[in-house]
């Protein structure tokens, strides 16, 4: 697909550093007339990417409607449109609403995804999310707030199946985020990670267990904009290497011994 085009682009810009935005990405922010930013997220540094003519609209002080009427405006006037979303969009984008408009009025758009905070937290910890004999499933939830939640998708619910899980939006609710949790199975010395701000300069890491780490998250001062992480995927006491590179293991591509 052309960058020069009249449409609509979903671009994830990343986390935060503004080298973790995908090259495809950076071309379509290069080249756009119009940007609709989440600037209550996103890095400003970001938006250096785009033309000196460039139009930039900031969607935190915009409602739905003005979004989609300046996005359906711009590109029946020719333009090329970046809708700039923090992370990857797919994930609490609100992106679905978006794309149901644009499919309405007949709107080209195309998505251009991103790296989730998810990814860079995991990168910051230096951690592999999904062990052998630990954990191989992530689950990526949220506690309810003003977006309801349905009730077997709870905090407690998904806490029963004792996997590695990433909360989103929870640690303004971290006091309740971690009752959901025990209740849900896990023990008071599971390992627990909040991550500020992931690949930012100002990203802080907070570790402890669900014993501790309400205390540690208000000592440092940290009501949002930061991942939960919760499993032994964090502190594994041993766990088994992977079949993958085991030289006794025969795959399509080689031959074990």
């Given amino acids: 697909m052309g960058y020069d085009m009249s449409k609509v682009v979903f671009i994830g810009a990343g986390p935060g550093d503004p080298e973790l935005i995908t090259i495809k990405g950076k ?43 300046i996005m359906a405006k711009a590109v029946k006037e020719g333009k090329l449109v970046a809708r700039v979303h ?29 790296v989730s905070s ?13 062990l052998p004999n630990i954990s191989q499933t992530v689950i990526i939830t949220r506690p309810k707030g003003m977006t309801p939640v349905p009730e077997h998708e709870s905090i407690r619910e998904l ?10 939006l929870g640690v303004q609710h971290m006091d309740s985020v971690i009752k959901e949790i025990e209740q849900g199975g896990y023990s008071k010395d599971t390992p627990i990670a909040v991550v500020y701000r992931a ?20 000592e440092a001062g940290i009501k949002k904009t930061a991942l939960i992480i919760v499993g032994e995927i964090l502190n594994p006491k041993a766990y088994d290497y992977s079949k993958l590179y085991d030289s006794s293991f025969t795959h399509g591509y080689r031959k074990g011994r």
């Fill in 27 to 69: 071309k379509f922010l290069e080249k756009a007339d119009v940007v609709i930013y989440t600037g209550s997220l996103l890095n400003p540094e970001i938006l250096k990417f785009t033309k000196p003519d460039a139009k930039l609209y900031d969607s935190a002080i915009m409602d739905r409607e003005e979004i989609l009427r």
């Fill in 86 to 114: 923090d992370g990857d969009p797919s994930i609490y984008g609100a992106l679905q609403e978006q794309l149901d408009f644009l499919e309405k009025e007949e709107i080209e758009y195309e998505i251009v995804p991103g």
């Fill in 118 to 130: 998810l990814f860079a937290a995991a990168a910051s910890l230096k951690k592999e999310l999904t």
């Fill in 159 to 168: 806490a029963k199946h004792r996997t590695t899980m990433v909360i989103f």
């Fill in 199 to 218: 690949s930012w300069q100002e990203e802080k890491i907070i570790k402890g267990t669900l014993s501790d780490i309400v205390e540690k998250v208000k």
